[in-house]
């Protein structure tokens, strides 16, 4: 806090305005967000206010939650229409200090806006444009739809990965993009192999995302960083062309090598996943030879709830 203390002791020699008692207003849009009070802000001295830099952070943060809107990116619809991109509003955090250290130092502060500035998103309905007309690489899986619970699994993973747009240059990591599969998210109990061997476990079933984006990467050309198989024979993929992701350990990874972002698409429905990646008319494509997976629906896993166990 070396300058704040500087500045303090700046003001003490030049003569400080008597205290005042009457909070600060926050507002944001024409109503109150909430009243913070000087003696809430500085440290219980006389003399000179020094600022509590704990607690200014715990403001902007209240603040920041109650005002910032994330941006969202341009999308593409199910019929390949684009929904456009929304900007968003930050809370800009250095001229809201400034006010809250004028509130403090000078003493004629009653009231103040909450500060903000525009966020925009990192894919606009220009760049999606650009790079939704070129399928670089393409991949399909079949799974027994009779499965509810491993087929609802399968749609949400498909969902998070879907609209994903990865510039050049830059990493997708499976495990960042879909998150940790956990009960409030939706997701539910399903087979999956843990050292060879099948357990009941949430999540179940997104490893037949994970494998199938990484066939479809793969065909595109694009740089496989981190890939690992399963430890036993996957009936969805030919072998050895599987993916296994888990939270606390594998994950996928691929980087986009060429000079235009690419998009990540997904289909679901009907027993089928299918992954598109596309990009721009101008990608220079390298793209590799890999095998398809059998269209022939593998049988519904079942397995002994008594021998089942949670695996982190």
């Known amino acids: 806090m070396g300058w704040k203390l500087l500045l303090s002791l700046l003001l003490l020699a030049q003569g400080m305005p008597a205290r005042q008692a009457e909070p600060l207003d926050i507002r944001h849009e024409g109503s109150t967000l909430l009243k913070v009070n000087e003696e809430e802000m500085v440290y219980p001295m006389s003399g000179v206010p020094i600022m509590l830099e704990e607690r200014m952070e715990k403001l902007m943060n209240e603040v920041a939650h109650k005002v910032e809107i994330p941006p969202v990116n341009a999308a593409l619809n199910s019929a390949g ?36 500035r525009v966020v925009y998103p990192r894919v606009d309905s ?10 670089i690489g393409h991949y399909s899986t079949y799974f027994n739809s009779r499965n509810q619970n491993r087929s609802h699994n399968i749609d949400l993973a498909a969902s998070a990965v879907n609209n994903v747009v990865v510039f050049p240059g830059e990493r997708f990591s499976f495990n960042a993009v879909v998150g940790k599969r956990t009960k ?8 999956v192999i843990v050292r060879g061997e099948l357990y009941e476990d949430i999540g179940g079933g997104i490893c037949q995302v994970s494998s199938t ?23 969805y993929v030919p072998a050895g062309r599987d993916a296994t992701v888990s939270w606390y350990g594998p994950d996928f990874v691929f980087e986009n090598p060429y000079n235009q972002p690419i998009l990540i698409r997904t289909f679901y429905g009907h027993g089928q996943v299918s992954i598109a990646i596309c990009s721009s008319e101008l990608v ?29």
Not at 89 to 113: H, N, P, S, W
Not at 184 to 191: D, I, L, S, V
């Open 126 to 135: 220009e760049v999606l444009s650009a790079i939704k007309v070129r399928r």
């Open 81 to 116: 229409g684009i929904i456009p991109e929304r900007t968003g509003i930050m809370l800009d955090k250095r001229t809201f200090q400034e006010l809250i250290y004028g509130y403090v130092y000078e003493g004629d502060l009653t009231a103040i806006d909450v500060p903000t």
């Open 284 to 312: 220079e494509l390298q793209p590799r030879q890999v095998p398809s997976a059998s269209r022939r629906l593998p049988e519904e896993v079942k397995v002994d709830e008594a021998n089942a166990r949670n695996i982190q």
């Open 213 to 235: 984006l990484f066939n479809a990467a793969d065909r595109a050309g694009l740089t496989i960083v981190e890939r690992y198989s399963h430890s036993r024979r996957v009936p």
């Open 184 to 191: 409030e998210k939706g997701y539910r109990k399903a087979p």
